[in-house]
């Protein structure tokens, strides 16, 4: 089921999406074959419903090869936070969703 809260981001709208967003932003860098990504993606869902300060951006690294090596992306799930522009947190590997709204209020505090 797809989240209209999320948005999905590609190599070609990672600027627009991302860097140039007006409040900060929480990316789920995943890939469809990967079993971690997909048991945190609840956790994403849930987050994006409940948590209108932020916007919530998923980036698929098979399909968008230039943001992974942008942000040296090893291992997935990788979680980053942007704001204005700029990588202010990240964190590899599942989560609780307790853990992972720890992660983004002490990312954006």
Sequence with gaps: ???????????????????KADKPVLVDFWATWCGPCRAMAPIIDEIAEDRSDIKVCKIDVDENPLASTQYG???????MVFNNG???????????????LDFIDTAIA
Excluded: H, W, Y
């Design 1 to 19: 089921m797809a989240n209209d809260k999320i948005t999905n981001v590609t190599d070609a709208t990672l600027e627009a999406e991302i860097l």
């Design 73 to 79: 992306i090893m291992s997935i799930p990788c979680f």
């Design 86 to 100: 700029q990588v202010v947190s990240q964190r590899v590997g599942t989560t609780g969703k307790a853990e992972m």
